[in-house]
Each structure stands twice: as C-alpha cells, then as structure tokens.
C-alpha cells in the first residue's frame, strides 16, 4: 500500500531564506506527483506537477524535483516571503488511469518578516 | 470560469440526519473526486467518478454514497450522519486527455455532527 510521509510537520523561517520541504512515499511505480498549497480554511492550489518520465518541475521561486528510485521528492522555495506562509502538501497518483491521488500529511511553513 | 465550486460552504447536522453536498465544475472534466481531510489524517479519498453515469470507491466510502448524472456535477449523500463524518469535504475534478490528471480543489464544505 502507498504511503506518503513529509518531513517536518512544521517549519518556521526567517525571511528572505531558501528552503526545502520534503515528502517520501513507498512505492516508486507512479505515474505523477502533485505538489498543493493550503492556506488556512482554503482548499488547496496545484503549484506544480511531475510526470514519472520528468526529474523537476519550475514555476518562478519554486522548484520540485523527483526521484523514483529512492522514492523522494523535494519542494524547493526561493527567497521566502511571509505570503508563503501555508500548508504544503504533496500526493502521489499511482494508479493506472483514474488519477486517484495518496496524500502525505503536509508541512506548515511560517515565513517571519 | 469558476473553476470547481462546492455547495454549501458550511453545514451542522445532528446525528441521524441527511445531507447532499454538491459539487460543480465547469472546465468540463471527465474525472471528480470526492476527499474528506481530517487532522492527523490528510486527505483521503472517499469516491470518484472517472465520466458521467460511472462512480467508484475510494480509501473510505464506508456512510457515502455519490452521484453523477451530469458530467459538470458529482453529488455526495450522507445517508445517516454520524460524529465520525465531522470533517472537511473537498471535492476536485481533472481532465483525463493527456493522462496527467492535475487535480484542481474545490473551497470545501466544513461539516459537522452533532
């Protein structure tokens, strides 16, 4: 059964600083991960999705990257700003064509001004 | 385009009741899905329908039962609520012609149970 772990739950940053966010998931037969912002009492935004053949993905100051091998992928935030303050959360589609998605449980990101 | 739109934004019900939750989307999508979020939980899928007239279960359809008879709209019944379906329910939709199925979310509806 697919699993999706993020790590850490929560992260607080000053700033102006570069950061990763990190999600792991146990089968590495995927077909696509998604990356999703929540901002409280929201639902969640599609940031950026990676198709299994594709090793990253880029949107302005965040970049997403893929490993199937080792079962990994990292969100890269650029230059934080407070407005980045959200939950982020990456899913997994493993399934053959319905496009089911496998949560992880998401990271809180606080950015301090 | 109002993108996947969700009806209502909040409801109580007491236990024992029943309820409807609609969700609309007009980028005409073949695939909805319904999520319920709990904290500690994540998101996790409840039922989904991958074209009109067709539905399937998810990680947790135990208490649902869905709808779609119209491509645009995916219904979710709560036929005898219970505390346990206290939760936040989010609805997304995704086009299966590409076989990417980007899933775009709807703003929720917090439910509760009393």
């Known amino acids: 059964k697919q699993e999706v772990t993020q790590i850490p739950a929560a992260l607080s940053v000053p700033e102006g600083e570069n950061l990763v966010l990190n999600c792991s998931f146990t089968?590495?037969?995927?077909?696509?991960l998604q990356w999703f912002r929540q901002d409280p009492g929201k639902g969640l935004t599609s940031l950026l999705l990676i198709q299994s053949s594709q090793r990253e993905q880029t949107s302005g100051r965040l970049n997403a990257s893929l490993d199937k091998s080792s079962g990994r992928s990292t969100l890269y935030i650029a230059a934080s700003q407070p407005g980045d303050s959200a939950t982020y959360l990456c899913?997994?589609?493993?399934?053959?064509?319905?496009?089911?998605?496998?949560f992880g449980q998401g990271t809180t990101l606080q950015v301090k001004p | 385009n109002a993108g996947v739109t969700q009806t209502p934004k909040f409801r109580v019900l007491k236990t024992g009741q029943s309820m409807t939750l609609l969700c609309a989307q007009d980028?005409?999508?073949?695939?909805m899905y319904w999520y319920r979020q709990d904290p500690g939980m994540g998101l996790r899928l409840i039922h989904y329908?991958?074209?009109?007239?067709?539905?399937a279960k998810g990680e947790v359809p135990d208490g649902y039962n869905v709808s779609r008879l119209k491509k645009q709209n995916f219904l979710l019944g709560l036929e005898s609520a219970a505390p346990s379906q206290t939760s936040v329910y989010f609805c997304?939709?995704?086009?299966?012609?590409?076989?990417?199925?980007?899933?775009?979310f709807g703003p929720g509806t917090r439910l509760t149970v009393t």
């Open positions: 089968d590495s037969a995927i077909y696509n």
């Open positions: 980028m005409n999508h073949e695939y």
């Open positions: 899913a997994v589609d493993g399934s053959s064509n319905t496009g089911k998605l496998i």
């Open positions: 329908s991958v074209g009109e007239g067709t539905t």
């Open positions: 997304a939709s995704s086009s299966s012609g590409t076989r990417i199925y980007e899933q775009y």
